[in-house]
């Protein structure tokens, strides 16, 4: 494991390739949805397109298949990011003391019963 300390200054894929989660992630070919932060990572890490302004002057807009693409990304990466703000507002986080492996299962367990006793996010 990598450990390094990284200022706030530092862009997200910067701090991310520094402390080797991009290589990690990678190397172990572990999907990954991203947001445009990410753009460039390459391998499993998937980012949606960006749409770049000053580069096609004539058509500025993302073809429909790059929006279709983004938007079932945006929906994938919803999943999680709704997973985290519950796990923040339960506080499960900070008053767990174990290894992270079984944290990880624990975790994994909390989330599935959440969804199966409030089903009322659909993606």
């Given at each position: 494991m990598v450990t390094?300390?990284?200022?706030?200054?530092w862009?997200?894929?910067?701090?991310?390739r520094a402390?080797?989660?991009i290589d990690a992630l990678n190397s172990a070919n572990v999907m990954t949805f991203a947001d445009k932060a990410y753009q460039g990572a390459r391998g499993s890490?998937?980012?949606p397109f960006k749409r770049h302004r000053h580069r096609h002057r004539h058509r500025p807009k993302l073809p429909r298949w790059q929006k279709k693409v983004n938007r079932a990304h945006a929906r994938i990466r919803a999943i999680?990011?709704?997973?985290?703000?519950?796990?923040?507002t339960w506080?499960?986080?900070?008053?767990?003391?174990?290894?992270?492996h079984r944290a990880t299962a624990i975790l994994q367990?909390?989330?599935v019963l959440h969804?199966?006793?409030?089903?009322?996010?659909a993606g």
């Open positions: 390094v300390q990284v200022t706030a200054k862009r997200p894929r910067c701090s991310a402390s080797g989660i890490i998937r980012t999680g990011e709704r997973a985290n703000a519950t796990l923040k506080k499960v986080l900070t008053k767990l003391r174990c290894c992270p367990a909390i989330l969804h199966v006793e409030n089903p009322a996010y």
